[in-house]
């Protein structure tokens, strides 16, 4: 049932300004001067104006080097700024003094292709950075080796110091003042050797690494070296280091909340506990003065660990971010956005080797808003309409601090508040609504009315009160004023804005939030016409207009001789919405495929079948076919055959635990006990650049061998299991193996709801092969003439 509320419910807020006076620490100001990118205590300065980067993960050491700019583009169309990487030690030098930079480990030509791609890099050089590697990325012998390990002990510092070095050789010429490398992180999780972290930044100088930001995660209390290092934090709003039969944890609920509360204790605590790594409870859970509120670890999605396998789901990631820009973030950074695949077996975080879970040896797909196989998730573009908020409007809104209402939750279980915050310069803002959270529903909000206290008085806005459905995150303008038009207010989130063609205004785009009417009320004296206001009933009397917006509506609006053109998409064509950057400005284009912009600034993607792209043209105001040609003749796809070779045997409750937690099987037990197939793929489906394998599957473990050789794994969790054929080494006459091992109903295995109640309605062990298929992707790319670059 709805929560019961009065027709009205005024929602109240004070801006509160900033509490201390704008400064400038020595990072990146005095001391690593960079030509674009500097910090102060309230934001960052990109380009020499305030914004707010946006930063995504991806492993480069686990994608395969022919994919790097693919993703690299991709991740570009999809708002991120800055690629974050770890450099994992593990991957370059598994035995000492053999060290490989070489095809998909060459970071050098990985920093290059960014810059070419027109993004910005931080490296994550660790030396311990832990991905869910093994070791947390120390190669075996260092990890033998007899020293204290993450410490100042002159044995470990003196691996460190050669590491390091062959890192600076390899990144010679890529750092500096012009680089595009603006940010290294320092070890990782690590909280309370604040000296040890200065001394890793002393190695690292000496080597010749450097950039403008020197970074630390601060989640878990961690005590960082003061002004030495920009304290970074995350946010996962579920995760697989709880306990299998664990409850929704209150770490990972408080994300789903507005708050001025940065640190996540819950991250890293279960190896806090293993390692006893510091306690965690010493330091505040707040930022430093010195530096603005900064994000690396906001969920992406989620790994999958043997004993505990969340699936966060497209809305659950977009919650947790946008209630982190509401917070007050200077940085929004993922982990992870884009996937991969461990590039060898046994390079997984285990417990074999001394960690409480077992990570698959292959799989690190993370649920991520691009998936290890290319595909995009939906998070992909609910977080890529934040993004273009932030391309277009993070100047004005990095200056703006963040306001908590009058009346907030009363805790965790507070389903009938609704949760919203305040981003204001005192005279204009932006007001954020995230009313969803994951496990436990949410109901329609009723009534819901809003008074900001401005510095020019109070901003009471919509006119009628509106319902908030469960599933609204919105980002509502006040006293937005755009090329000498001011909008007021509206019920409609911020897209962005393109710039003026030769001949037409400006145009401000704006996306409706489904079942919430859209009003919108320009400053005194604004005309505003446009054939939405001629249809009856539609617009409301005075300044406001109330909008029906089932299809584009186009508004224009003047105020003396500034002309405004306003665009308002429907919620559905609004995930639809691309918003690509080139030389020649901001670009808007409309499809479900994915796609990015090439070397030559031309839009370039991959399809299912025919690509449908369109471009909204503001000089005619009108939704133009783009002009496409295709690498190869589109195909949906081939169902495969997959043959039976073995039933599975009856398989155990267990295969070992430790701390409590599940063991996944070894190789062989998997090999002696799961049900075997043989897989038939057709061969003119390898003539495409692009195809997939598309597994719809339920059990416990499956495995993809080519010709004898394990190649690929992943934990059942009930979502497909997407694998890029190419990359698993599937070529034409291959011998292509599946094996799935059943799923025992006293397994200690955590599911997500939808898995485990299939796994309820099976009385045995699970095991199905709901269907095989061979997806393939044309790659298309449009015909010269319309490059926006």
């Known amino acids: 049932m709805p929560n019961p509320s009065p027709a009205s419910n005024t929602l109240g807020a004070i801006h509160q300004a900033w509490d201390s006076p704008l400064t400038s620490p020595a990072m990146s100001n005095t001391l690593d001067r960079h030509e674009r990118f500097r910090v102060t205590n309230r934001y960052v300065e990109i380009g020499g104006k305030p914004g707010i980067p946006v930063s995504g993960e991806l492993h480069f050491s686990r994608v395969p080097r022919e994919r790097w700019e693919e993703r690299l583009r991709l991740m570009k169309a999809g708002g991120i700024t800055v690629v974050a990487s770890y450099i994992f030690w593990i991957h370059h030098e598994r035995t000492e003094g053999k060290v490989s930079f070489d ?5 050098a030509a990985f920093v290059r292709l960014c810059a070419e791609a027109g993004l910005d890099v931080v490296l994550r050089v660790g030396p311990w950075c832990h991905g869910e590697v093994r070791n947390g990325g120390f190669p075996d012998w260092v990890q033998a080796a007899t020293v204290k390990h993450r410490t100042n002990d002159a044995g470990y510092l003196e691996l460190v110091e050669r590491w390091f070095g062959y890192l600076g050789q390899e990144l010679d010429g890529l750092m500096g003042p012009g680089s595009n490398v603006i940010g290294i992180q320092l070890e990782n999780e690590l909280y309370d050797q604040p000296g040890h972290i200065n001394e890793l930044k002393k190695l690292a100088r000496n080597a010749g690494l450097s950039a403008p930001v020197w970074t630390a995660t601060a989640w878990g209390g961690a005590e960082l070296p003061d002004g030495e290092v920009l304290p970074l934090f995350g946010g996962y709003g579920d995760g697989f280091w709880v306990d299998a039969d664990s409850p ?8 789903y909340f507005f708050s001025h509360v940065w640190d996540d204790p819950g991250i890293g605590a279960d190896l806090r506990e293993q390692f006893g790594n510091g306690s965690g409870t010493r330091a505040p859970r707040t930022p430093s003065a010195l530096f603005p509120p900064a994000t690396c670890e906001l969920a992406g999605g989620m790994a999958t660990a043997y004993q505990r396998r969340p699936w966060p789901r497209g809305l659950d990631v977009a919650a947790v971010a946008h209630n982190k820009i509401g917070n007050g973030s200077a940085w929004q950074g993922y982990y992870m956005f884009a996937g991969g695949m461990n590039p060898a077996d046994g390079l997984q975080e285990s417990q074999a080797t001394g960690y409480p879970n077992d990570l698959p040896r292959f799989d690190y797909d993370f649920h991520a808003p691009i998936g290890a196989s290319g595909r995009l998730a939906p998070s992909f573009a609910a977080l890529r309409k934040q993004h273009a908020f932030l391309a277009a409007f993070g100047d004005r809104l990095a200056e703006m601090p963040s ?7 009363a805790g965790i279980d507070d389903t009938a508040t609704l949760r919203w915050a305040l981003r ?4 204009a803002g932006f007001l954020f609504i995230t009313w969803h959270q994951p496990h436990i529903p949410l109901d329609t909000y009723r009534g819901a009315q809003f008074e900001v206290m401005l510095d020019g008085g109070p901003v009471t806005f919509p006119e009628v009160p509106v319902d908030v459905p469960a599933g609204t995150i919105a980002h509502w303008p006040i ?12 019920t409609a989130s911020l897209l962005t804005v393109l710039e003026a063609a030769p001949g037409a205004a400006p145009t401000l785009v704006l996306a409706a939030e489904a079942g919430v009417p859209v009003e919108l009320r320009f400053a005194r004296g604004t005309e505003v016409g446009g054939p939405a206001l001629s249809a009856p009933g539609l617009s409301a009397p005075g300044r406001t207009q109330r909008l029906a917006v089932s299809e584009p509506v186009m508004l ?17 064509l609004a995930d639809q919405a691309w918003i690509l950057s080139g030389r020649r400005g901001r670009d808007l284009v409309f499809s479900t495929d994915r796609l990015w912009l090439d070397r030559d600034g031309l839009l370039a993607g991959r399809s299912q079948g025919e690509p449908a792209v369109d471009r909204y043209d503001p000089r005619t105001r009108s939704f133009l076919p783009v002009d496409i040609r295709t690498a190869g003749t589109p195909q ?20 070992g635990e430790a701390a409590n937690r599940a063991a996944a099987p070894e190789p062989e037990v998997i090999d002696g006990l799961a049900q075997t197939y043989s897989l038939d793929l057709p061969a003119e489906a390898f003539a495409q650049a692009h195809a997939e394998l598309e597994i719809h599957w339920a059990g416990d473990v499956a495995r993809i061998l080519v010709d004898g050789v394990a190649v690929a794994d992943r934990f059942w969790d009930g979502s497909p299991w997407l694998l890029n054929a190419a990359d698993c080494g599937i070529i034409p006459g291959a011998d292509v193996v599946l094996q799935i091992l059943p799923l025992s109903p006293q397994a200690k295995v955590g599911l997500p709801a939808e898995g485990q109640q299939r796994r309820e309605t099976i009385p045995g062990d699970l095991l199905a092969l709901d269907a095989v298929r061979l997806t393939t992707w044309t790659g298309w790319q449009e015909k010269a003439g319309h490059s926006v670059a």
């Open 103 to 107: 095809g998909g480990l060459d970071v």
């Open 248 to 255: 929704w944890d209150p770490t990972f609920r408080e994300h």
């Open 403 to 409: 306001t908590l209402p009058e009346v907030l939750p």
């Open 424 to 427: 204001s310069d005192g005279s």
């Open 479 to 490: 006293n937005l004023e755009v090329r000498g038009v001011t909008l007021e207010w509206a």
């Open 556 to 572: 224009a609006a003047q105020s003396g001789d500034a002309v405004l053109d306003v665009l308002l998409l429907p919620a559905g």
């Open 636 to 655: 949906r796809g081939h169902s495969i055959e997959a043959r039976l070779v073995r039933p599975a045997r009856p398989v155990p409750a267990s295969y």
